[in-house]
């Protein structure tokens, strides 16, 4: 094999995976550089799952099963799974369990589901009074209805993604022709929220 620039490579592979490697991570990739990148792929989706016995991260978890997950020498936690709840519309499944003895619950996403989403409009850009989702997030305020009438600027509703708020403002004056969304709701990004016209 020819000669390696190791600060070069790692550079390069530190730009590709978007984190800083360690020496090892170098070696593994220049040896198996797609296996290495899809190993460190699942481990930024999942975190270290080397630390979970065998079989529970082959076969899962079967409901009342306990199990210890030792995250490193003195530092272990109990996982006992309880049950998992009912399918949520959008494909979602509540799992609840007890780490060290304390009620939990997570909602994922259940792949094995076949679910059927609304699509859903996008604001066109070319039409200045079509507004759209600025971020993916949750309609948590709405401070206009159909019919009111508002100057370019003015506040029209407020999301929240991530615990920060984003405030949309009217991109145009006129009058609220549509409402698109409504409290509570989850949006996409250009999702088309409401037409001013």
Do not use: W
């Not at 792929?41 to 997950?69: I, N, W």
């Not at 009912?86 to 060290?100: K, S």
């Not at 009058?175 to 999702?191: I, M, R």
Request: hydrophobic content about 35%.
């Amino acid at each position: 094999m020819p000669a390696v620039d190791f600060e070069k490579a790692t550079e390069e592979v530190e730009e590709k995976v978007g984190h800083p490697i360690t020496h090892t991570d170098l070696m593994s990739y220049l040896m198996y550089p797609g296996v290495f990148t899809g190993y460190d792929r699942a481990r930024q989706t999942y975190s270290d799952v080397s630390v979970l016995p065998t079989p529970q991260f082959y076969y899962g978890m079967e409901k009342g099963e306990e199990t210890v997950v030792e995250l490193e020498p003195g530092k272990a936690l109990v996982v006992r799974f309880l049950t998992i709840g009912e399918p949520h519309p959008e494909g979602d499944r509540t799992v609840f369990f007890e780490l060290n003895g304390q009620p939990r619950e997570v909602t994922i996403r259940d792949k094995s589901l076949q679910v059927q989403t609304e699509s859903r409009v996008k604001a066109d850009p070319a039409v200045p009074g079509q507004v759209g989702a600025p971020i993916p997030g949750a309609v948590t305020s709405i401070v206009v209805n159909v019919g009111d009438t508002v100057k370019k600027g003015d506040r029209l509703l407020v999301m929240e993604a991530m615990k920060m708020q984003t405030t949309v403002y009217a991109p145009v004056a006129g009058a609220v022709k549509e409402k698109h969304c409504n409290v509570g709701q989850t949006v996409d990004a250009k999702d088309l929220l409401m037409v001013i016209g």
